[in-house]
């Protein structure tokens, strides 16, 4: 049977003036499970939620990529950092890179989408990246910020790829770009691959900084965006 939280959440009757509602919603909470999500943002947040253990940094950029890093628990010792100083694309990967360098005993996993890279990319030339470095693209072939407003949608209609989604750049860039700058790299075109290649990324061990990119379609990351947060 399907429920509805909030409609369970009216049933209950009476809240004292203690702790007990705070209560009531984490265990009604505690019975509602996300429906299974197609490869997507989300999907790639959920299973990183449970592999990220112990003290490790966490960059997310931007929208997309911390919106539905949000509706996930990551353990308390993983310190989130959402880049949005001037609230630009740019940046996230080189502050990772620094970050990554500062704290050389910690893994250092970022999670940015295909034009954050772009914008950032030269960083990973750099002499000497760490091996503890792990940068995660979300390759949607655009900004799927600007395909899930539905505001923009209707005011730009069939034009949103080619202007503000910037759709229909180099399909490869980011693979050919990574090898040259010796990380190890992987990618990611199917949900059964994923957790195998999350498995890998988490693992401390590596000789090497890597990449996994993770192509998703627009479709599947519009319907991970209603299923976790409604029409
Ligand atoms: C320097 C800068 N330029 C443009 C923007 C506007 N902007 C906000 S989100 C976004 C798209 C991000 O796309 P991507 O990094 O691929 O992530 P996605 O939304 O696809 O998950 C852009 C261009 C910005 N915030 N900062």
């Known amino acids: ?49 449970v592999r990220l253990r112990g003290r490790c940094s966490l960059h997310l950029s931007i929208l997309n990529a ?10 308390p010792e993983v310190e989130v950092s959402c880049n949005t100083g001037g609230f630009g694309i740019d940046g996230a990967v080189s502050t990772l890179v620094g970050t990554a360098l500062a704290e050389r005993s910690n893994l250092c996993v970022g999670v940015v989408g295909d034009l954050a890279f772009f914008y950032d990319m030269n960083v990973l030339g ?18 799927e910020e600007f395909r899930l407003n539905r505001g923009l949608n209707f005011y730009v209609k069939d034009k949103i790829e080619p202007t503000v989604a910037a759709a229909g750049h180099y399909r490869q860039g980011v693979k050919a770009w990574a090898q040259s700058c010796g990380f190890h790299y992987q990618q990611v075109t199917s949900s059964e691959e994923l957790p195998q290649q999350l498995d890998a990324l988490c693992c401390k061990d590596a000789k090497r900084p890597m990449l996994l990119e993770v192509f998703t379609q627009d479709k599947n990351e519009q319907i991970a965006f209603r299923q976790l947060f409604g029409n």
Do not use: W
């Not at 911390?66 to 353990?75: K, L």
């Open 1 to 49: 049977m399907k429920r509805n939280f909030f409609a369970d959440l009216l049933q209950i009757e009476h809240f004292g003036s203690d702790n007990s509602y705070a209560g009531y919603v984490l265990k009604m909470a505690a019975h509602y499970r996300y429906p299974p999500l197609p490869l997507s943002t989300a999907l790639v947040q959920s299973l990183l939620s």
């Open 66 to 75: 911390y919106r539905m890093a949000n509706c996930f628990n990551f353990a």
């Open 126 to 143: 750099l002499r000497d990246i760490p091996p503890n470095l792990r940068l995660i693209v979300i390759n949607n072939s655009g900004g």
